[in-house]
């Protein structure tokens, strides 16, 4: 299914243009207008899905695959030094566009950036009650 007024459906589809490095029938791969870093991509599904509680596990799994390929690319071309794959799920973790895509962030030694969050030590009894409540859902 396509959203007629979703930005990453127009870009997907090509009627949006875009910086796109790789495209199938089922992805398109393009550059990030604002990127986090030299070399950062975003894979998106034609189909949309709003985030990755929607996607069915056969276009997650095809995903994965063509972002390994991907993630190789971006490291035989621009000789970065790792990469950060990311994907944002609602407002409140930084979605900003409501068509789900794959963040890979070429990082470079000493490139200064920051992805990372606050750890908390957790007592054992907290982690195991979280453990059984997410067990329970599965
Ligand atoms: P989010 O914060 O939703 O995980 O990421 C959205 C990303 O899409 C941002 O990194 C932003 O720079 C990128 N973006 C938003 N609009 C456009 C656009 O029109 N073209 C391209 N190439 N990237 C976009
Ligand atoms: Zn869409």
């Known amino acids: 299914m396509i959203k007629d007024d979703c930005l990453f459906c127009k870009i997907a ?3 949006i243009p875009s910086a796109t490095v790789y495209e199938d029938s089922n992805f398109r791969v393009f550059m990030d207008v604002n990127p986090a ?3 950062h991509c975003l894979i998106v599904p034609r189909e949309h899905f709003d985030n990755v509680y ?22 035989k071309a621009l000789k970065c030094d790792g990469l ?3 994907q944002n ?5 930084g979605q900003t ?10 990082r470079y030694e000493g490139d200064g950036m920051n992805l990372l969050w606050n750890p908390h030590k957790a007592e054992p009894e907290e982690l195991e009650e979280v453990r059984k ?5 599965i």
């Open 84 to 86: 950060n794959i990311v």
């Open 97 to 106: 566009v409501n068509h789900f895509h794959l963040h890979l962030i070429p």
């Open 37 to 39: 870093s030299k070399g």
């Open 13 to 15: 589809s090509g009627s």
């Open 89 to 93: 799920n609602g407002a409140v973790a």
């Open 54 to 75: 929607d996607m069915d596990a056969e276009t997650a799994g095809r995903l994965f695959s063509l972002a390994t390929g991907i993630a190789r690319a971006q490291r």
């Open 133 to 137: 409540m997410i067990r329970k859902s």
